[in-house]
């Protein structure tokens, strides 16, 4: 079976990322800030918006905006992979006794796909966000989502769109969100 993807210029996507064997490679604030300097690095090239972001231990999500006209967000992946790749097993970590490397002997780094979902509209829009921000607390590392540092929660929050104590009492979200 051949593996699909839809390409839609300008489009709205959220996407899944996970490590290789969900490896958890994203427990300290070294290896967020590598994979947030190749975000940089390829968007000063090849332009998108983060919409919302949250980054787990073994996986991330996020929802991107791209261009008009532009629909190239294999290329994006492919780019920021490869950049934090490249990072993470080059440097030591300030974090790790003895500059232990945080990528040595989990290579490969990442899964070779991902997974995507094309925004349909605002309520799709929302309910994703949503599912990110909420994301930590479902899977037990926090008891509600301003606890968790890695995630654009808080730029929401900041922005007046979302309360310092939303998610605290539990979420509701639609079935199909995540489970696409």
């Known amino acids: 079976?051949?593996?699909?993807r839809a390409f839609v210029p300008g489009g709205r996507w959220f996407f899944t990322v996970v490590t290789h064997r969900r490896?958890?490679?994203?427990?300290?604030?070294?290896?967020v800030q590598w994979l947030r300097d190749a975000f940089r690095k390829v968007m000063?090239?090849?332009p998108f918006t983060i919409d919302a972001i949250v980054i787990l231990p073994d996986h991330l999500h996020c929802?991107?905006?791209?261009p008009p006209g532009d629909a190239d967000f294999a290329?994006?992946?492919?780019?920021?992979?490869t950049a934090f790749t490249k990072r993470c097993m080059a440097e030591p970590s300030e974090e790790k006794p003895d500059h232990v490397r945080p990528c040595e002997g989990k290579r490969p780094v990442w899964q070779h796909r991902y997974w995507e979902h094309l925004i349909r509209d605002e309520a799709d829009f929302r309910a994703h966000v949503d599912y990110i921000h909420y994301n930590p607390v479902r899977h037990g590392y926090v008891s509600r989502p301003a606890d968790w540092a890695w995630s654009s929660f808080g730029l929401y929050v900041r922005r007046g769109v979302l309360a310092?104590?939303?998610g605290a009492s539990?979420?509701?979200?639609?079935e199909t969100v995540?489970?696409?």
């Open 75 to 81: 290329r994006r992946w492919r780019l920021i992979k």
């Open 44 to 46: 000063r090239r090849h």
């Open 178 to 180: 995540g489970h696409e």
């Open 23 to 31: 490896n958890d490679l994203f427990t300290t604030g070294i290896t």
């Open 63 to 66: 929802i991107w905006t791209l």
């Open 164 to 166: 310092p104590d939303w």
């Open 170 to 174: 539990g979420i509701r979200l639609p």
């Open 1 to 4: 079976m051949q593996y699909r």
